[in-house]
Nanobody, 133 residues
């Protein structure tokens, strides 16, 4: 069973930076593609950022490009979302997601990132980020 636990959310003022963490347990984190999604008030959950299992490729939603950075530390089984220059529109519950890659396919998906919810197998419980103006 895979567990993903997010942390680092909170109430911050606009313009402040925040770092979210997602610790994975129960599977081989090193070969899992990871993603961050968010659900803003009254909206459906949406893609934010993704990183390949190798860490060599990343993807971002247009709304966060240039402000957010996704990274991973395989030694700590952790993926991060560095959020800079936060704006009130970033207020949301942020979710971490994992997609373990089959070992036989690692060489073909070395740079693959995934932007759709349906492409992920495991989800965390979410962490709330509130940005005040």
């Amino acid at each position: 069973q895979v567990q993903l636990i997010e942390s680092g959310g909170g109430l911050v003022q606009a313009g402040i930076s925040l770092r979210l963490s997602c610790v994975a347990s129960g599977h081989n984190f090193r070969t899992a593609a990871m993603g961050w999604f968010r659900q803003r008030p009254g909206k459906e959950r949406e893609f934010v950022a993704a990183i390949s299992w190798s860490g060599t490729s990343t993807s971002y939603a247009d709304s966060v490009k240039g402000r957010f950075i996704i990274s991973r530390d395989n030694a700590k089984n952790t993926v991060y979302l560095h959020m800079n220059n936060l704006i009130p529109e970033d207020t949301a519950i942020y979710y971490c997601a994992a997609r373990p890659q089959p070992l036989a396919d690692l060489h073909t998906v070395v740079a693959a990132t995934y932007l759709r919810e349906s492409e992920y197998d495991y989800w965390g419980q979410g962490t709330q980020v509130t940005v005040s103006s």
